[in-house]
């Protein structure tokens, strides 16, 4: 498999940042493994909303979406059509991705 890289773009104004991610890695171990903020409160399980992301492009590549995903993407801040949970897509086939990270809302414990 060619290496893939996931480009991060910020509403909150900070530089872009590409980084490459091994297969089975999802957006968001690759975001967490790079020290990218993005919420996670479930730990990666589909249980919440927190890790949603926008995919800008190569969603074509991604794990359809599950019907346990959108139900939590309908609770995400600002949902649209591109809208993603970042730990369910789980990189694989060969298109590189841009995934932009929503501002992060940090609320305590
Ligand atoms: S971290 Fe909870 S759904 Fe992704």
């Keep these: ?33 790079n020290d990218i903020q993005l919420q996670h409160n479930c730990g990666g399980v589909c249980g919440c ?29 600002n949902p649209r059509i591109n809208s993603r949970l970042a730990c369910q897509c789980v990189v694989q086939g060969s298109t590189d991705l841009v995934v932009r990270i929503p501002p992060q809302h940090f609320l305590g414990h």
């Design 49 to 77: 909303s927190t890790c949603h992301v926008y995919i800008e492009q190569g969603e074509a590549d991604l794990p359809e979406i599950s019907d346990a995903e959108e139900d939590f993407i309908d609770r995400a801040e």
């Design 1 to 33: 498999m060619k290496a893939i890289n996931i480009t991060f773009t910020f509403q909150d104004g900070q530089p872009d940042q590409t980084h490459v991610a091994a297969e089975g890695e999802s957006v968001l171990d690759v975001a967490l493994n």
